[in-house]
C-alpha cells in the first residue's frame, strides 16, 4: 500500500450522501475486510454492523466512494455507498436473487478481441451492450495486430458493428497502437477490461503500466502457481495517476456473459443494430433505418425496443450520460488526430 497517496488522487470526489463521515474510495474488498484511500490516505475498513443488512443501500465494491467514520484504533466503518457514475453487476445467487455489483465508477470499459480465431462481431456487440448499460464509454481494442497481415478488415468489421464507436488495433508485443490510447490514460480515469481468456488482456496492462503487473499466459503456462495471480478484487493505481480495475468477477462477467445473461435478454434487439444507413442513427425516422423497417416488418416487437432504450439510459441516468459522451467524443477526436499523425508521420 502506497501511503503517500491520498482520496485526491483517485478520481473525482462526489457528492457526499449528508452523513457524519469522510468521503473514501474503495481499493481492494478482502472477504469482510476492505482497502480505502481516504483524504488522509490509506486505510483497512469494515462494514458497519446493520447498516448495510435493511435491504436498502448497495454493498461497496471495488472502485466504490463511501462514507467512512475514522477509527483512531482499528478499522474504519464504512457507513454507505455513494452513489455510482457506472458499474458492473452480475446476478447473486440465493433465495431472492439480487445484483451485486462488482466494479464501480470507472470511465472506459476496454472491449478486447484478438485479431484471429477470438474475433467475434456477435461477442463484440454484446460486451458493447453490456458497457454502455455500465454507464460508462466503451473502447474496443483489437489485439495480438502483429499477428495479422490484414488489420483493416477487422477494423472495418468492428467500426461497422460499433457505430461511433473508437477501435483501435494494437499490440502488446511490438507496441503498435499502444500510442494511439494516451487520450484516455489520463490521470483519474479509471479503467476496465472485458475479454475472453487469452485475448491479451493481463499484456496490454502491463504495456499500459510499464511494467509486468499482470501474470499473462506466458508465465501461468511456464508457472502454474501464479506468482501474482489477483486472487481478491482490486483497483490499482499506475504512476500515470491511471486506475485499472481488476477482479476475478470481471472475468467471469467477461466469459459467462456469452453464454447468458444480456445476450438471451436482448439478443432480438441487437441483432438489428449497427446496421443502419446512417452510423449516428438515432432510430427515429431516418432513412434506412434498420431498426425501424425491423419494426415496421413486425420482426422486432416495438415495446422490446423500448425497454431497450430505457434500460440503457436508466442505466447512467440523463445528465451524466451526456456529459460521458462529450468528453469520449473528445477521446474520439484526440486520438483520430494521433492517429492520423501517426499514419502521414
Ligand atoms: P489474458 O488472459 O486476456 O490476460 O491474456 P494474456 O495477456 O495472458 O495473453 C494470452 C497470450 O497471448 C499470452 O501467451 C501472450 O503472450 C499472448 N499475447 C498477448 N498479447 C499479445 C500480442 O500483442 N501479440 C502476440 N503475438 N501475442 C500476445
Ligand atoms: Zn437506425
Redesign the pocket.
Known sequence: MDEQLTLYDYGPIPETCGLPGVPARVTAQHRDRYEIVCPAGPAYARLKTGAFHTGEGSFPTVGDYVMVRNNETGDSQILCTLPRRSYFSRRAPGPVPKDQAIAANFDYVFI?Q?MNHNFNLRRLERYLALAWQSGAAPVIAL?????TPDRSAFLAQAESAAPGVAVHA?????G?GIQELSPYLTSGKTLV?L?????????????LAGEEL????????ADSRGRHTTTYRQLIRLDSGVMIIDTPGM?ELGMSEASDGLESVFADVERFLGKCRFSDCRHAGEPGCAVRAAIDAGELDPVRWESYRKLQSEAQGRREMLRQKREWSKGVAMSNKLRKKMREG
Open positions: 478486447l484478438s489485439t495480438k495486430s502483429d499477428l494494437v499490440s502488446a508485443r511490438t503498435e477490461f475479454g475472453s481468456s487469452g485475448v491479451g488482456k493481463s499484456s496490454l496492462v502491463n504495456a499482470m501474470v499473462t499466459g506466458n508465465i501461468r503456462e472475468r
